[in-house]
């Protein structure tokens, strides 16, 4: 869709030239079959002169509703469009050849040249010195869940043999507080 709207809009000037031209030689037509079927004497001469006359309306309307279109399409749609609509998004060629790859006889040669080895004055992993033993293959890994604050106790309130129980509630004020029964 917004690839039809964008060609509508960029060949606007080609589009109603050719509506225009399409539009003059359709009413000519037009005007030359309801003249025939006007001046036909005979039954069978007028049918045929009526069947010219509905392809030449039937072409004309055609035209006239195109060119309708368009113009709405131009004053009315593309203008009520959001601005992001007209930025051109990239799009992949797949024919097309990367730039900057090696040829195929580049890439063979490259692919059998021999790798260098590893010498004594690299630095890199040194075997046998750092093992992962956990997890083990086909283990799943679960991020255990943090651990729940236990709620503190104030020592004032606390009664020998008795416990307070603390419950939140919320004030009209809108503060928190602790209520003790």
Known sequence: MTNLVRALEENQAAIFLILALGGLFAFRWLWKSWREWRMSVFRLEREFAMRRLSRAVTLSALIAVLLCA??????????????????????????????????????????????????????????????????????????????????????????????????TTEKASGKVGKVGK
């Open 70 to 167: 368009e113009v709405v399409v131009i004053a009315f749609v593309i203008p009520g469009l959001p601005a992001d609509f007209f930025l051109p998004t990239p799009t992949v060629d797949p024919l097309a050849q990367p730039i900057g790859t090696l040829s195929p006889d580049a890439m063979t040669q490259a692919a059998v040249a021999p790798q260098p080895g590893v010498s004594a004055n690299m630095q890199g992993c040194v075997p046998d010195q750092i093992i992962i033993t956990s997890p083990k293959p086909g283990a799943e890994v679960v991020q255990p869940l943090p651990a729940t604050a236990k709620p503190e106790e104030d020592e004032g309130e606390e009664d020998e043999g008795e416990e307070a129980e603390e419950a």
